[in-house]
């Protein structure tokens, strides 16, 4: 197994024996990066030149070894991941609709994010989730009471 300081003259070339694959395959990146300046030298982009940038790195990277897809309230998230030989490549896309399956996340029962938040002392986030339980509580008792009152 490698250690750090080997990868990271790996990295910088100064392993002879993997200086051309590395040379080559920093050269190919590098390339692949300054052919799209040579589409807007400012590097401001318009939408339709972002589109065409975005389907030219596709094209060059191929297929993703991997995609995920998460979301966070009203934000969509797809994750690329292309794995080579220096690192893995990621290209996160985001929008405010949803890009592909969503894997909905367990949602934690507000008593054990109350614990979680007084264990890590995050005393005002616990004070938040206290009142959400309260309110919870209530809206229950309410809706329990309006139910036993209509039999």
Do not use: C, H
Not at 13 to 41: H, Q, T, V, W, Y
Not at 56 to 84: A, H, N, Q, V
């Amino acid at each position: 197994m490698e250690n750090f300081d080997d990868l990271f003259n790996k990295f910088l070339g100064k392993d002879d024996e993997n200086d051309d694959f590395l040379n080559s395959e920093a050269k190919r990146i590098i390339d692949m990066i300054d052919s799209f300046k040579n589409i807007n030298p400012e590097g401001t982009y318009t939408g339709a030149e972002l589109d065409k940038l975005d389907d030219e790195l596709d094209d060059k990277l191929g297929e993703p070894d991997d995609i995920e897809y998460s979301t966070d309230g009203e934000m969509y998230f797809e994750k690329r991941m292309w794995y080579k030989p220096l690192g893995v490549i990621i290209k996160t896309l985001i929008s405010d609709e949803p890009l592909g399956p969503i894997k909905k996340k367990a949602e934690i029962p507000l008593q054990e994010q109350l614990e979680i938040a007084v264990e890590s002392e995050n005393y005002e986030l616990a004070a938040e989730l206290r009142d959400k339980i309260k309110k919870a509580i209530a809206k229950e008792k309410r809706n329990a009471k309006k139910l036993n009152n209509a039999k």
